[in-house]
């Protein structure tokens, strides 16, 4: 008797790199496939981080539509892209991190050959991101901003009165106002629903959503928008 082996599962929380040698996996015709195809051309890019851009950028453009993107501790950019690419109405973008990865010119490049109109509309900012001027008709965007770098993202769209998009990671409880609820809920709980809480308190609508946890067990989304003044 002889036993067939499994192959082995296609885990899109991996951090392998994608390669040309994973392009036969994105063979269809949607866009996720074109963005993940031109992915695998760059062959820069951890496989997580195409399904984390990509998962959050859906959500937020059902929620919002239109702005200049700005992606705060963007690194490589890709969230930043997809978002234009889901939305022509947005002019540009301005990707923003005190480290931009050398691969992140080849990741452009790879994206602007499959979609030309990227051209130009997409530039990367070596600074903090208390430097960037944001504006009232601006998204602000953050894939996995690690710990207190998430506050920092919503402190600088809640001071320009702008849209915003996070989805969290490496939550430093103990640096967190929602220390005192940490016994009724999980501690990263906990300092999300806090930070909901507050966003809500800065005179902002709020949506909570999560990505699927197969991509990666910090999977909550949280999204705001400026009430009107009355």
Same mark, same amino acid.
């Given at each position: 008797? /002889?036993?067939?082996?499994? !192959? %082995?599962? =296609?885990?899109?929380?991996?951090?392998?790199?994608l /390669?040309?040698?994973?392009?036969?996996?994105?063979?269809g015709? +949607?866009? =996720?496939?074109?963005?993940?195809?031109?992915?695998?051309?760059?062959?820069?890019? %951890?496989?997580?981080?195409?399904?984390? &851009?990509?998962?959050?950028?859906?959500?937020?453009?059902?929620? =919002?539509?239109?702005?200049r993107?700005? #992606?705060?501790?963007? @690194?490589?950019?890709?969230?930043?892209?997809?978002?234009?690419?889901?939305? #022509? +109405?947005?002019?540009?973008?301005?990707?923003?991190?005190?480290?931009? !990865? /050398?691969?992140?010119? &080849?990741?452009?490049? &790879?994206?602007?050959?499959?979609w !030309?109109?990227?051209?130009?509309?997409?530039? =990367?900012?070596?600074?903090?991101?208390?430097?960037?001027?944001?504006?009232?008709? #601006?998204?602000?965007?953050s894939?996995?901003?690690?710990? &207190?770098?998430?506050?920092?993202?919503? @402190?600088?769209?809640?001071?320009g009165?702008?849209?915003?998009a996070?989805?969290?990671?490496?939550?430093?409880?103990?640096?967190?106002?929602?220390?005192?609820?940490?016994?009724?809920?999980?501690?990263?709980?906990?300092?999300?629903?806090?930070?909901?809480?507050?966003?809500?308190?800065?005179?902002?609508?709020?949506?909570?959503?999560?990505?699927?946890?197969?991509?990666?067990?910090?999977n909550?989304?949280?999204?705001?928008?400026?009430? %009107?003044?009355?």
């Amino acid at each position: 008797m /002889t036993w067939a082996l499994a !192959p %082995p599962r =296609f885990s899109r929380a991996s951090t392998n790199r994608l /390669t040309a040698h994973d392009l036969g996996r994105f063979a269809g015709g +949607s866009l =996720f496939d074109a963005i993940a195809r031109a992915v695998c051309a760059a062959g820069c890019l %951890p496989r997580k981080e195409l399904y984390e &851009a990509w998962e959050l950028a859906r959500r937020v453009r059902r929620r =919002f539509r239109g702005g200049r993107i700005v #992606d705060l501790a963007g @690194g490589h950019g890709l969230l930043a892209q997809v978002l234009l690419l889901l939305d #022509d +109405s947005s002019p540009s973008a301005l990707v923003v991190d005190t480290a931009i !990865p /050398t691969s992140a010119a &080849a990741l452009h490049e &790879a994206l602007a050959a499959a979609w !030309p109109r990227l051209r130009g509309r997409v530039e =990367f900012v070596l600074a903090d991101i208390e430097r960037v001027t944001i504006g009232a008709g #601006d998204l602000v965007v953050s894939c996995h901003a690690c710990g &207190a770098l998430t506050d920092r993202v919503l @402190g600088q769209a809640v001071r320009g009165r702008a849209r915003v998009a996070v989805l969290p990671c490496c939550h430093d409880v103990r640096a967190s106002s929602a220390a005192a609820c940490s016994g009724w809920l999980d501690p990263a709980l906990a300092t999300d629903a806090a930070r909901a809480h507050r966003l809500e308190a800065q005179g902002y609508h709020v949506w909570t959503q999560t990505i699927p946890v197969e991509i990666t067990p910090k999977n909550r989304v949280l999204l705001g928008a400026p009430r %009107p003044a009355h």
